[in-house]
Nanobody, 124 residues
Framework: QVQLVESGGGLVQAGGSLRLSCAASGRTFSSYAMAWFRQAPEKEREFVAAMRWSGGSTYYADSVKGRFTISRDNAKNTVTLQMNSLKPEDTAVYYC?????????????????WGQGTQVTVSS
């Protein structure tokens, strides 16, 4: 069983930065893919960014490309999402997710494990 715990959310002004972390435990992640999704109030959950644990290839939603960076810390089994130049429309609950086959997808149903989410609020 895989456990994912997100942290690092909070309140920030537009233009500011936040760094989210996802601590993973329960299995080794060398063959997995990790992703971040977000869900704003009254909206569907949407893909933000993903990376393959092995090799480190990354993929971003167009809405965050150039502002967000996904990375991993192998020693700590942690995936981070560095968010810069934040906008009010980035306000959402951010979720970490795992695909056991190590493949990057933008579809929610392709991910096997999810964290509980962390709130990010960007004020204008």
């Amino acid at each position: 069983q895989v456990q994912l715990v997100e942290s690092g959310g909070g309140l920030v002004q537009a233009g500011g930065s936040l760094r989210l972390s996802c601590a993973a435990s329960g299995r080794t992640f060398s063959s997995y893919a990790m992703a971040w999704f977000r869900q704003a109030p009254e909206k569907e959950r949407e893909f933000v960014a993903a990376m393959r644990w092995s090799g480190g290839s990354t993929y971003y939603a167009d809405s965050v490309k150039g502002r967000f960076t996904i990375s991993r810390d192998n020693a700590k089994n942690t995936v981070t999402l560095q968010m810069n130049s934040l906008k009010p429309e980035d306000t959402a609950v951010y979720y970490c997710a795992v695909n056991r086959r190590g493949m990057i997808f933008t579809l929610i149903d392709r991910y096997d494990y999810w964290g509980q989410g962390t709130q990010v609020t960007v004020s204008s």
